[in-house]
């Protein structure tokens, strides 16, 4: 992020909360940063799988592994990634099917990811894993 913009960020901040402190604003901005790097991570993740793959992950995030008839943005209620910063990156990745919600820990790498939504979605049947 640049300077200008964590200013920007800093100054709005200190409007809302006065004891708002630079290095507080530098953390939620870190945050912010590893969300967006899972987030892209994930979906180079997607484009990389094959229909099959991609079917099953969908499955496992939304219940049916089939899209409505007017595609992914015709999902009720709509897709939803979430990053679970607290969550080890021990855990496999849950999700919630009834909001079309998947959960993510925080992980360290592009290929931690990888493997552990491969073994999510391999495993997962029904509502329990093997």
């Not at 530098?26 to 912010?32: I, W």
């Not at 080890?88 to 820990?105: D, G, V």
Request: one cysteine or more; proline letters at 7%.
């Amino acid at each position: 992020m640049s300077e200008g913009m964590l200013a920007e960020f800093y100054k709005h901040a200190k409007t809302l909360d006065p004891t708002t402190e630079a290095d507080e604003v530098e953390k939620v901005l870190g945050a912010a940063q590893v969300v967006s790097d899972m987030a892209g991570w994930f979906w180079e993740l997607v484009e990389g799988m094959d229909t099959a793959k991609r079917a099953k992950l969908l499955a496992f995030a939304c219940g049916t592994g089939r899209l409505p008839a007017d595609g992914f943005r015709a999902l009720k209620p709509p897709f939803r990634l979430d990053i679970a910063e607290n969550e080890p990156p021990s855990h496999l990745p849950s999700a919630h099917t009834c909001f079309n919600q998947l959960c993510l820990p925080a992980y360290p790498s592009k290929e931690h990811m990888a493997a552990k939504l491969d073994e999510a979605i391999a495993n997962a049947t029904g509502f329990g894993f093997v």
